[in-house]
């Protein structure tokens, strides 16, 4: 977790920004689609549930009505004078009771059957009746050998069953006594489908219907579906409403309850479906905001980044502030005090490197100073010409060397000089160091004329050329020695160089004798004047290679501030 937060902290200010702004984009965005989807889940299935509601109450409205026909049937038939002449009459023979059977019962239960299909029969069971007639009128024993008539109770209301068989088929059965003593029952069959036809028709694919009486008996289960949606306990409502959108209502006539079911999965599906349909909106919105995002944080941090990118330069040695803001928020008030800081530096870097320049000038004036010119030059000539009257010349060489030598070197206390002088000041240098080192060495010279004429600092070979012979041709076993001396214009700077072939130096040594502090008039003294004098681009170059010699290059620039001396 740590690691990821210091990723986090070492991203740029940008991506940062970006991140925080996908993020709080995004929460909300999430958020509303969870809340939509679970809102959309609740309103589709109330509203499912209310589709179901509204046609199961429209089918068992419809079975209720029919019931109540039926009841309704049932007591008219139970308070007709008609039934009571047959229950009460004593017939003097069976062909008088068969007589009346026919001309009054028949009609009376046979009349309702052509207007109401789903009546298969209406039978009259009593105590009296001796033998059966038809379908209309049985015996009392004969109810009492069914299956059902054990379900039948005293209250002497209808009661509703199911008979069980090849066919089912309704009950309305209602029990009943004549003058106290005659014990008789009417019962109406009904045809099951027909009875429960409406209900049947609301059953399809994902839906299924169950039907319970009082006691949870199944009464009617039905479906159409296929597995995985097929319920595996037709029998249990609280199973069906674990698993299903169940909706129930009860018919209070019959006592039963009705109960119309859909799979939850086929709801789900529908809201997946609708889910998936928002999918590409999501997306569009993701991709909006992503763009947006990375939009607004980059107009954000672009000044931030201008601002970074000119610190960088400026740590690499540009001290010219690019960035400009006139806006007064926090990042214009950083740049504005940004760009202010940059001009003291540059005031305060400007006031150093004339005070190094005037120091320097103060050191080499005051060195000349201690040196009596006058004296020197007539010393060494009246050196020179003890030597010519000894018959000497290697001490007459010496002396005109050393003649030339500091002649060049002090140039009338002036700190610039031309090429053609430095390298006269360099000659004389070498002359006398083969004469101490007896020839040890070869020198080399590759002088482009057209260059002579260029004004540089003085005496800034002969340091790189006491380095050299010190540090590599002295130290080298090497039995062929040579130093190189080479002054040529490319574009627009001159190029002087000292080169050996002596021990060489590693890369390291090689940055180090730039930046060594030496007693004396060393190479970081060339370097320090040459920056000073034209800037941090120009420099001591340093090309170097263990064992196989030294490079030492000086360039500059011939179109700044020094003219050219004709």
């Known amino acids: 977790m ?39 889940i609740q309103i589709m299935r109330e509203k499912e549930e209310s589709g179901l509601k509204q046609v199961l109450e429209q089918s068992v409205d419809s079975i209720d009505n029919r019931v109540q026909i039926y009841t309704n049937l049932i007591n008219y038939l139970t308070y007709s004078s008609d039934l009571r002449e047959i229950m009460e009459k004593e017939y003097r023979s069976d062909y008088e009771a068969y007589l009346a059977y026919t001309e009054i019962a028949d009609p009376l239960f046979t009349m309702p059957q052509l207007y109401h299909e789903e009546i298969r029969s209406i039978t009259l069971y009593a105590e009296n009746i001796q033998v059966e007639h038809g379908n209309t009128l049985a015996p009392l024993s004969v109810a009492q050998n069914q299956t059902w008539y054990s379900k039948i109770n005293e209250k002497g209301t209808v009661q509703w069953l199911v008979k069980q068989g090849n066919k089912k088929e309704i009950l309305a059965v209602r029990k009943f006594y004549r003058q106290d003593s005659i014990q008789a029952m009417l019962v109406l069959t009904l045809d099951y489908n027909r009875v429960l036809e409406p209900f049947a028709d609301l059953l399809t694919e994902n839906r299924g219907g169950l039907i319970l009486d009082e006691q949870g008996n199944v009464v009617y289960s039905g ?37 119309l079911y859909q799979p939850k999965e086929e709801l789900e599906k529908s809201v997946w479906t609708l889910l998936l349909g928002n999918i590409p909106v999501l997306l569009l919105c993701l991709l909006l905001i992503l763009l947006l995002g990375y939009f607004f944080s980059r107009k954000m941090v672009e000044r931030l980044e201008q601002l970074t990118e000119n610190m960088n330069q400026i740590n690499l040695g540009l001290r010219k502030v690019t960035v400009v803001s006139q806006s007064k928020d926090e990042i214009g008030v950083l740049v504005r005090t940004f760009t202010r800081m940059m001009d003291e530096i540059n005031k305060l870097i400007s006031q150093v490197y004339e005070a190094k320049i005037k120091l320097q000038k103060t050191e080499m004036k005051a060195l000349q100073a201690q040196i009596n010119p006058h004296f020197l030059y007539n010393s060494l000539s009246i050196i020179n010409w003890k030597a010519l009257e000894a018959d000497n010349e290697e001490i007459s060489r010496i002396t005109l060397a050393l003649s030339t030598y500091y002649r060049t070197s002090l140039n009338k206390g002036e700190t610039m000089t031309i090429a053609a002088n430095e390298i006269r000041n360099i000659d004389a240098y070498l002359q006398i160091q083969l004469i101490m080192h007896d020839n040890s060495f070869q020198v080399i010279k590759e002088i482009q004329e057209d260059a002579l004429s260029y004004s540089v600092p003085k005496l800034i070979l002969q340091p790189l ?49 730039i930046t060594y502090r030496s007693k004396g008039y060393g190479v970081r003294n060339v370097n320090d004047r040459i920056t000073l004098l034209y800037g941090e681009e120009y420099h001591l170059r340093v090309k170097s290679r263990q064992g196989e010699g030294c490079r030492i290059e000086i360039a500059i620039p011939v179109n700044k501030e020094e003219k050219r001396y004709e």
């Open 465 to 513: 050329v006491e380095n050299a012979i010190e540090h590599g041709l002295d130290v080298s076993e090497k039995e062929e020695k040579w130093l190189k001396i080479s002054v040529c214009k490319e574009k627009d700077a001159l190029i002087m160089a000292v080169e050996d072939n002596g021990m060489g130096m590693s890369e390291e040594q090689a940055k180090s004798i």
């Open 2 to 40: 740590k690691k990821w937060i210091q990723k986090y902290k070492d991203l740029k200010y940008r991506y940062k920004l970006t991140i925080m702004m996908i993020l709080c984009s995004l929460i909300p965005v999430c958020v509303i689609s969870a809340y939509t989807q679970m809102r959309t």
């Open 223 to 259: 479906y159409r579906m296929d597995a995985p949606y097929k319920p595996d306990k037709e029998t249990s409502l609280n199973y069906l409403k674990e698993h299903y959108v169940c909706i129930e209502k009860k018919i209070e006539d019959t006592k039963w309850n009705f109960c």
